[in-house]
């Protein structure tokens, strides 16, 4: 094709760009830079596979522009489907490895739950991606990649309203792609995902918050332990960064922004759940506008870890309710298809049958 030897090789990653990258490309290859917003409207926006349906375009341009881009996806290995409507999706990332992403439907919305590497290094004791250490971290077509899948797979009309970085992986491990990927899903061209609508979790790299705070994005802190001593144990990176420089970065987010952070505490019998913990964790989080996220420990094998029996649940929520606390319990969704809170891992799951499955 006479375009393609005039491009550079490898050709761009469409999923990698942002609409300025995108339009600097095209004006680059002598076309006129609003075909940027074209097209990202079409494939974005309009969710639109078809070049020659693109009916705004110059029967020239139609023909030119698969060759101008690279718009490969990730790989779908599988789809599947909880009883709850959650549902977990497999992508292939080479080398025999996958990542997922989950779709939890709620009242009112509907938000995709994103990973950004393949493995994690921060090695949180009681999760199962914390057991995988870092593969790679992902690139940003395929991290935007994820959600534009995820969005494909779904019956017509429906949309992704919220995306939370809570997947596998350290998303402040892997900022670039990850903030670059936020630009290209909130662009009002294509998807048009509001910076508030998106979410980022850290287990809590301090000096990677201000990136958040910059992106206009809400926070999310894994807090999980109420003290230097349990929260070391269980999540190593608190050697680094201690408690207290953690929650005064989130201060300073919460200065700088007017949000409040959103704090996760996951309920391990005996190590995070007596009642003591409920007060020392009010004590802690008072000092920060937030609301507190408690999630009772979802178990998998060989944790060491156990989940708390409902009444202690109960009893420390209740707790924190009683001293005042913002506490919601986050529900457990997807639990039979291992795509709840800390049961993602590369490792394909031959748990269950895929409902759907798309190769
Ligand atoms: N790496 C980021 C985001 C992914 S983990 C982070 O740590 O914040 C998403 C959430 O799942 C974290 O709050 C983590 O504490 C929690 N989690 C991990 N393993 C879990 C498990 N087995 N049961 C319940 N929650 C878990
Ligand atoms: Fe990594 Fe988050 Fe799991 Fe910790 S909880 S190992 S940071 S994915």
Not at 105 to 134: A, D
Not at 273 to 287: K, P, V
Not at 320 to 335: F, K, Q, S, Y
């Given at each position: 094709?006479?375009?393609?030897?005039?491009?550079?090789?490898?050709?761009?990653?469409?999923?990698?760009?942002?609409l300025?990258?995108?339009?600097?490309?095209?004006?680059?290859l002598?076309?006129?830079?609003?075909?940027?917003?074209?097209?990202?409207?079409?494939?974005?926006?309009?969710?639109?596979?078809?070049?020659?349906?693109?009916?705004?375009?110059?029967?020239?341009?139609?023909?030119?522009?698969?060759?101008?881009?690279?718009?490969?996806?990730?790989?779908?290995?599988?789809?599947?489907?909880?009883?709850?409507?959650?549902?977990?999706?497999?992508?292939?990332?080479?080398?025999?490895?996958?990542?997922?992403?989950?779709?939890?439907?709620?009242p009112?919305?509907?938000?995709?739950?994103?990973?950004?590497?393949?493995?994690?290094?921060?090695?949180?004791?009681?999760?199962?991606?914390?057991?995988?250490?870092?593969?790679?971290?992902?690139?940003?077509?395929?991290?935007?990649?994820?959600?534009?899948?995820a969005?494909?797979?779904?019956?017509?009309?429906?949309?992704?309203?919220?995306?939370?970085?809570?997947?596998m992986?350290?998303p402040?491990?892997?900022?670039?792609?990850?903030?670059?990927?936020?630009?290209?899903?909130?662009?009002?061209w294509?998807?048009?995902?509001?910076r508030?609508?998106?979410?980022?979790?850290?287990?809590?790299?301090?000096?990677?918050?201000?990136r958040?705070t910059?992106?206009?994005?809400?926070?999310?802190?894994?807090?999980?332990?109420?003290?230097?001593?349990?929260?070391?144990?269980?999540?190593?990176i608190?050697?680094?960064?201690?408690?207290?420089?953690?929650?005064?970065?989130?201060?300073?987010?919460?200065?700088?922004?007017?949000?409040?952070?959103?704090?996760?505490?996951?309920?391990?019998?005996?190590?995070?759940?007596?009642?003591?913990?409920?007060?020392?964790?009010?004590?802690?989080?008072?000092?920060?506008?937030?609301?507190?996220?408690?999630?009772?420990?979802?178990?998998?094998?060989?944790?060491?870890?156990?989940?708390?029996?409902?009444?202690?649940?109960?009893?420390?929520?209740?707790?924190?309710i009683?001293?005042?606390t913002?506490?919601?319990?986050?529900?457990?969704?997807?639990?039979?298809?291992?795509?709840?809170?800390?049961?993602?891992?590369?490792?394909?799951?031959k748990?269950?049958?895929?409902?759907?499955?798309?190769?």
């Amino acid at each position: 094709m006479e375009i393609a030897q005039t491009l550079p090789e490898p050709k761009p990653k469409f999923f990698s760009l942002t609409l300025p990258e995108l339009t600097e490309a095209i004006k680059s290859l002598g076309k006129p830079g609003f075909r940027g917003q074209q097209l990202y409207r079409w494939i974005y926006g309009m969710g639109m596979q078809d070049f020659e349906k693109m009916t705004n375009f110059s029967k020239e341009f139609r023909k030119e522009v698969p060759g101008m881009f690279d718009f490969q996806l990730p790989e779908v290995l599988t789809v599947h489907k909880s009883v709850d409507g959650t549902m977990k999706m497999l992508f292939n990332v080479g080398t025999g490895k996958s990542v997922e992403a989950v779709l939890i439907p709620s009242p009112g919305r509907l938000t995709i739950c994103l990973s950004s590497e393949v493995g994690c290094n921060m090695g949180c004791k009681f999760c199962y991606t914390g057991k995988q250490k870092l593969q790679r971290k992902l690139e940003t077509w395929e991290i935007v990649g994820q959600f534009v899948q995820a969005s494909r797979a779904l019956p017509p009309g429906q949309r992704i309203t919220n995306i939370v970085f809570m997947g596998m992986g350290e998303p402040l491990d892997n900022c670039d792609a990850v903030f670059k990927s936020i630009e290209i899903l909130h662009s009002t061209w294509g998807l048009n995902v509001s910076r508030k609508r998106v979410t980022v979790s850290t287990s809590g790299i301090v000096p990677m918050i201000p990136r958040v705070t910059q992106a206009g994005v809400r926070l999310a802190v894994s807090l999980n332990g109420v003290n230097d001593q349990v929260r070391t144990e269980i999540m190593p990176i608190n050697k680094r960064w201690p408690l207290e420089q953690l929650l005064e970065a989130c201060r300073e987010h919460c200065r700088e922004t007017g949000d409040m952070v959103t704090f996760e505490y996951v309920l391990l019998k005996g190590v995070t759940d007596s009642i003591q913990d409920a007060r020392d964790l009010h004590e802690l989080t008072r000092t920060v506008p937030c609301k507190v996220n408690i999630i009772p420990f979802n178990e998998h094998p060989g944790s060491g870890f156990t989940r708390p029996p409902e009444k202690a649940i109960v009893a420390f929520q209740n707790e924190l309710i009683r001293l005042g606390t913002h506490v919601l319990r986050r529900r457990t969704m997807g639990r039979d298809i291992y795509a709840a809170c800390g049961q993602l891992t590369t490792a394909a799951n031959k748990t269950t049958p895929p409902v759907v499955s798309l190769n």
